[in-house]
Nanobody
């Protein structure tokens, strides 16, 4: 059994930065494709960013391109989401997820259905 635990959320002002961490335990996720999703009140869970198991490719939703950066440290079994220039519309619960990955992942990396491990989420609130 594997477990993902997010941390690093908080209350910040518009323009500030936060770095979210996702620590994996119970198994190694170094061969897994990792993603960050977010969910605002009353909205569906939304894809934010993803990274391949070998750190070669990253993917972002258009609204965060140029502001957010996903990275991973396989030696630490940890994935990060660096969030800069935060906006009030970034307010949400942020979830880390892991997918075993196959050819379909490259086409559907932004779909929650591709991921079979999820963290409990960390709240990010950006005030204007």
């Amino acid at each position: 059994q594997g477990q993902l635990v997010e941390s690093g959320g908080g209350l910040v002002q518009a323009g500030d930065s936060l770095r979210l961490s996702c620590a994996a335990s119970g198994r190694t996720f170094r061969n897994y494709y990792m993603g960050w999703f977010r969910q605002a009140p009353g909205k569906e869970r939304e894809f934010v960013a993803a990274i391949t198991w070998n750190d070669i490719s990253t993917y972002y939703v258009d609204s965060v391109k140029g502001r957010f950066t996903i990275s991973r440290d396989n030696a630490k079994n940890t994935v990060y989401l660096q969030m800069n220039s935060l906006k009030p519309e970034d307010t949400a619960v942020y979830y880390c997820a892991a997918a075993p990955g196959d050819a379909a992942w490259y086409r559907y990396y932004n779909s929650p259905s591709q991921y079979n491990y999820w963290g409990q989420g960390t709240q990010v609130t950006v005030s204007s």
